[in-house]
């Protein structure tokens, strides 16, 4: 007789009954007898007309279910999905380990404390959060999928990580090949080949009762079972939870599926909500949802098996746009370039080619002034015979690209790139007779994650040495946020587009085609004085001390380390002139 617990002897009968009718067990408790007998007889009593209906039926919930996930909203923390793991590691040597084995992306980083900080690292598709130096100890367990999965898992090693199970190809799954690791801070990394609608990183908790929190996490975070593996004494199920994976296998003798609590930040469209749901599912308060100062609203709760879950919803954007502006400059957003030509033909070039709507303009002096252009629903200032020359780089979208690249070609511009299509546009670039770069582009819808559909017409772009430290201070300076970037295999960044209030900017590194240029840009926000001091504590330089100027705005001004120049302003009366 078994002396395995009559649940499991149960369990496995069935499941061999499930398999062959005429599956008879070794070895089973007389207890079991009679309840194996009615499992053989139900075995095939459904009739196939039944099976079809429930199937159906089935896959019809399963497809509602899908469509009806709860959607965060990404724009406030551009990068992130549903669930983030928090690691724990002890110093920040651990962030090199990160970037030299993964190719992590330092998006983030707040001090808070002596040797000790948060921070946030793009992998991929998707975001680490780091808490270096808390003296907590939480390791995890992270499946990555990469597309080089020999070359990544070659280098963990090389990086000081424990082999836990060798490179191999799962005889479960064709294609798949995979091995797991352990880095110096504890966490194991499941390096696996890159599977269709697979997030680069998914959360996965190896817990004793893998089944139960399966059901917890349907029940806590509405998670839907994407498939399932069982085999004696064992199991593995990938979660949907929100738009991201989660994975949740049981615990065995291997290394590699062993009990490891984990930490998980979650975004979510209402974190009281969920944090009710997860309370009621049987988790237990570590934090009841309140404001943060970093702009989340969130929660915290610790399910039975010791993982911790920080429910979150943003309760603000990080911007500095403000209803205010709109009210007094009824046409301008956030960044407007400032372009500063020599010549006053320079006004025809852009009313010709791109359709330019004069709405403002001033003489300075003999020969000079300031004039105002709207561009689709965007604006231009020019300061034309001004004596200095800051020529700009700016993106500009456009119904058809090939029909304005050829106007600008006709009215004297210079080819630079002929027209292409990348990163989900088609585009050229020209250069204008005053020296301004043009990317004339048309959204090809082709790649929704870039967002270009929800770009302003103009986007004022740069090309600097560094352009990684230039996004850092983007970030630090104007509350910038990523929208899209594509780094190179070096690190070095091709394309990015980072938000500033209801604007973007375009970014990318410099090169023997593409050089700097200093540029100047005006900055509408709703409180210029205290992002002038923001800027210089992100290492700008001060041009100007904020001071109400003659035509109604308040306006101070900054240099950053790459010569480009931020005229930050706020209008300070209605009867702007």
């Not at 001033?362 to 252009?373: I, K, L, Q, R, V």
């Not at 020359?389 to 210079?414: C, F, H, Q, W």
């Amino acid at each position: 007789m078994s002396k395995q617990p009559l649940i499991d002897q149960l369990d496995q009968a069935i499941g061999g009954i499930l398999a062959n009718p005429d599956f008879m067990p070794a070895s089973v408790d007389p207890e079991l007898t009679e309840l194996l007998r009615v499992a053989r007889d139900l075995r095939d009593l459904p009739r196939s007309g039944f099976k079809a209906n429930l199937k159906a039926d089935l896959e019809r919930k399963a497809m509602m279910s899908k469509t009806a996930q709860p959607q965060i909203n990404v724009a406030f923390r551009p990068g992130f999905r549903t669930v983030t793991p928090y690691l724990l590691p002890a110093n920040a040597e651990y962030v090199d380990f990160l970037k030299n084995v993964f190719g992590a992306v330092e998006t983030e980083r707040t001090e808070t404390g002596p040797g000790r900080f948060h921070a946030e690292y793009r992998i991929g598709d998707s975001m680490l959060m780091l808490g270096v130096g808390s003296g907590l100890s939480m390791p995890t367990t992270i499946e990555l999928l990469v597309p080089n999965v020999d070359d990544v898992y070659k280098r963990a090693i090389d990086a000081g990580c424990k082999e836990l199970m060798p490179l191999q190809d799962a005889h479960w799954e064709e294609g798949l090949r995979l091995g797991s690791v352990e880095d110096k801070e504890g966490n194991v990394w499941v390096i696996t080949t890159h599977r269709a609608g697979g997030n680069t990183i998914s959360a996965a908790l190896v817990v004793k009762g893998a089944a139960q929190l399966v059901d917890f996490l349907k029940r806590a975070f509405d998670a839907k079972e994407i498939h399932r593996y069982e085999w004696p004494d064992g199991l593995y199920a990938s979660m949907r939870v929100g738009e991201s994976v989660v994975g949740v296998s049981e615990v065995s003798n291997h290394e590699w599926m062993r009990p490891m609590p984990s930490m998980i930040y979650m975004y979510v469209e209402d974190c009281d909500a969920l944090y009710a749901q997860a309370i009621g599912a049987g988790a237990k308060s570590i934090s009841e949802p309140k404001d943060q100062s970093y702009g989340d609203r969130h929660g915290a709760v610790r399910d039975e098996w010791g993982n911790q879950w920080y429910i979150a919803t943003p309760i603000k954007e990080a911007t500095t746009t403000t209803s205010k502006v709109a009210q007094l400059r009824p046409t301008f957003r956030t960044l407007t370039p400032y372009l500063l030509p020599s010549m006053p033909e320079y006004v025809d070039f852009l009313k010709n080619v791109f359709d330019a709507e004069q709405t403002f303009r001033a003489d300075t002096g003999p020969g000079s002034f300031h004039a105002e252009f709207k561009i689709g629903n965007s604006m231009l200032m020019v300061g034309v015979g001004s004596n200095r020359s800051m020529p700009a780089s700016m993106i500009i979208y456009v119904p058809n690209a090939d029909e304005t690249y050829a106007r600008a070609l006709k009215a004297g511009a210079k080819p630079v790139s002929e027209i292409v299509e990348n990163y989900g546009d088609r585009f050229g670039v020209v250069e204008d007779p005053a020296g301004n770069g043009w990317c004339i582009a048309t959204y090809l819808g082709r790649e929704p994650i870039v967002a270009q559909d929800r770009l302003n017409t103009i986007t004022i772009s740069f090309a600097v040495p560094d352009a990684a430290r230039f996004i850092d201070f983007a970030k630090r300076a104007f509350n910038g946020r990523e929208i899209v970037r594509y780094d190179s295999a070096e690190g070095k960044v091709m394309h990015a587009k980072i938000g500033i209030g209801d604007s973007a900017l375009g970014v990318g590194e410099a090169n023997e085609r593409w050089y700097s240029k200093p540029s100047m840009i005006y900055v509408y926000v709703e409180d210029c004085d205290a992002v002038y001091r923001q800027a210089l504590g992100a290492g700008a330089k001060s041009i100007l001390e904020p001071k109400d100027q003659p035509y109604g705005d308040r306006q101070g001004g900054v240099e950053d380390e790459w010569g480009n120049q931020w005229f930050i302003a706020t209008p300070f009366r209605a009867n702007y002139v």
